[in-house]
């Protein structure tokens, strides 16, 4: 899996569940996507909103923090004041979209380890 396969995998889903990670001094980071869905009074859907991407446990910002596109979270310094990108030959990926093992992704997406 390359940065640019993960980061089109969040550009192109506009719900992407917890995806968990860790590098070297932080075990336990986790980011993803949801789009914002608005309800009528008997709760069926009535439209969707803009995708927010964000980050949880791990990042440097207490509570996590919410980004406007999946090239923002991605860039952003918030993993020990680097980013994704910065870190990427640290990252050790666990869960991808919340099912996936990075084998699985690499299948699903048609590469080769």
Known sequence: MTYEQLLDWFDRHSHVDDTYFSYPGNEDCVIGAMDQVFYDSNLRPLSHGETRYWA???CD???G???PTAQALFDAPIYGGRSLCDRWNDITWHVIDGWMTPEDFDAREGNDR
């Open 61 to 63: 910002i207490p509570n």
């Open 56 to 58: 949880g446990c791990g």
């Open 65 to 67: 923090t919410e980004f």
